[in-house]
């Protein structure tokens, strides 16, 4: 009998001891907090998980031309002979073809085959015009820049994040110039310039 | 048992920083796909390495897991490039960070059931979960001697001493059985809700996020080039000894509008102001009866420069001359034009070397034994310098004529004299240069006027033993 009770009792003090351990568990919910500059209270709100994917496309101004991945041979921002004052500027429409909305960010490189750094001395300006003003060597954006915007080739264009929702498009204007007090020594100098716009989900 | 493991992960998460991830996207795919929970182990700067997986916050606050594609250190801190395998391009911008969750292993599927278990109905669950583990704490102490405390929380949650003994006494391998496997039951069932729990509390919801870049390349940007002013259309000379002047002008550009400036040397005089629009025009005048200024090569120097912009200066200049005569008289312009010249004897026949030499001196060839050439010439200013190279290959012998000799320089300009204003020669005795064997001949001639324009002439024949 009393081998019975005492059995009985360790096998209860066991599944006590079990539970409280598991209660233990149960108390870290408390210590979320502790870990909340982690993820600020994000954690307990439930977690969405995003099906489909995401897909940026490109084209040229904002009529009929198609959308493509890559534009190629990018020709409406080219100017052959800038002189100082002289700016050259296009329209390009990006279109979030995915199934989740996006964020999407702008940058630029351009090279410097003849080293006299044309890139260097060229001016950015980027706002979300859907068309150019001027004409001629004074094509203009002419608009205001979007906060933040890169000013030069060769770094970031977008510096904040814009929301393109799925299948929506937006417009960007870049508008290149080569500043009136340009050194003489840039004279005939050449730069490929490529823009990159990657998209991020959110 | 599995109450014990939950709590020594707990525990283990706490103190060797071991952290769980829900991946809600899939650019780590197929690594790691969406709804995978991965557990990732907080690793100091010094110890990542590229191609590791790690966790690292965002500039919004959110996660992104993803593989470092390239890293550069500074300090004790790290500069990361991450890249989701599934993504074509790397994050946009790289992480600073000190420390990032290294990923050791991912379970695809069960971030799921934690994002569900964080949902309402899971939070609900988890809540009924910690207030049965509650009753059954409180609920047990009754039964031992001597167990006080436990008696006076929860007596409502136990049945009355004597009973509960005489239950025991009758039923009790049973009733330990029945304890075990309802302990073991709890546990198992609980373990998916501990689980759940742990991983509620310390797993971070972490984007693998996808990326996709979009290129526009091909985009060309030149910038302008002064251009070297055009020729001069137009040299003009008037005036008097003391007083010469020399007019010249050319066709200007006009866009961009673009300034010329003009200057003189070598003469001493003066330069008039550039005047005119699509055509300049500059006036240059000097006293020619100073000595220092006769026979002379006077040059005027015209410069571009951007109306607009005057500092960007054209890198090439024009430069025209004019020659000073020897007295008092008219200066001379500058032109453009090359000399005529062209060969009369050799006149290409193929004949014996006996026959040649007999040809070339009497006067259906050039008349004079110490003529092996001769031609003719023009040229508006005069040809002032005439020189060749005389080529000739006997077998595989190549020669060159030095003006007295068979010599081997064949790059060499030879000097020939000019007879008259439209005739030539070069020197040397025909019977020489014709000599048996003879050979295959080639002759080139280069006239030069007096402002450097050359015009060449050339001939080939044939000279058999």
Known sequence: MKRKARRTYSVRISQRVRAALSMGVVLSVAATGTFAFWTDSSTITGTTFTGGSIKLNLKDGTGANPFAHDLTGYASLNLATMVPGNSTAAVITVKNAGTAALTFLASSSATNPDTLNLAGALVVKVTADAATGGSGLAVTCPGTAIASSGTSLNGSLLTTPIALAATTTTTICVQVTLPSGANTSLQGATTNATLTFTGTQN | MVGVLCILVAIGAVLFGLRPLVFRSGSMSPTIGTGALALAHRTDAADLHKGDIVSVPTT????????????????????????????????????????????LFSVPKIGYLVGWLTGPLGLFLLGLYAAFLLSVIVRRPAQPPGDGPGEGLAPKARPPGGRRKATGSRRGPSDRVAHRSGSTLVSAVL?????????????????????????????????????????????????????????????????????????????????????????????????????G???????????????????????????WRF???????????????????????????????????????????????????????????GVSTLDYILQRTQSSTVRCWTGSAWGTDC??????????????????????????????????VRATDLWGNQQTATRAFTVNP
């Open chain 2, 191 to 291: 373990l998916t809700f501990v689980a759940g729990t742990v991983a509620q509390v310390w797993a971070l919801p972490t984007l693998a996020a996808w990326t996709d870049a979009g290129g526009v390349s091909g985009t060309t940007l030149t910038a302008y080039t002064v251009p070297q002013p055009a020729v001069p259309t137009s040299c003009a000379v008037a005036g008097t000894a003391g007083a010469r002047t020399v007019t010249i002008q050319w066709p200007a550009v006009t866009s961009p509008g673009t300034t010329y400036a003009a200057s003189l040397s070598t003469v001493v005089g003066s330069v008039g102001s550039v005047t005119g629009t699509t055509t300049k025009q500059v006036v240059v005048t000097y006293n020619a009866n100073t000595a």
């Open chain 2, 60 to 103: 919004s606050g959110e996660r992104v897991t993803h593989r470092i594609l390239a890293m550069e250190r500074d300090d004790k801190d790290a500069i990361l490039t991450l890249k989701g395998d599934a993504n074509d391009t790397p994050d946009l911008a790289p992480y600073r960070v000190s420390h990032a969750d290294r990923v």
């Open chain 2, 411 to 444: 790059t060499t300009y030879v000097a020939g004299t000019v007879a008259t204003s439209t005739t030539w020669y070069i020197g040397g005795s025909n019977s020489t240069v014709y000599a048996t064997p003879g050979g295959s001949f080639s002759l080139t």
């Open chain 2, 323 to 381: 020659k000073t005569p020897a007295g008092t008289g008219a200066p001379l312009c500058e032109e453009q034009v090359a000399p005529t010249v062209a060969i009369a004897d050799p006149d290409g026949t193929a004949r014996t070397a006996s026959a040649m030499v007999t040809y070339m001196n009497g006067t259906n060839g050039c008349n004079n034994a110490s003529r092996p050439a001769c031609g003719s010439l023009s040229d508006t200013s």
């Open chain 2, 293 to 319: 200024n006769q026979n002379k090569m006077g040059t005027v120097t015209i410069t571009p420069s951007l109306t607009a912009t005057p500092a960007w200066v054209g890198t090439t200049a024009r430069a």
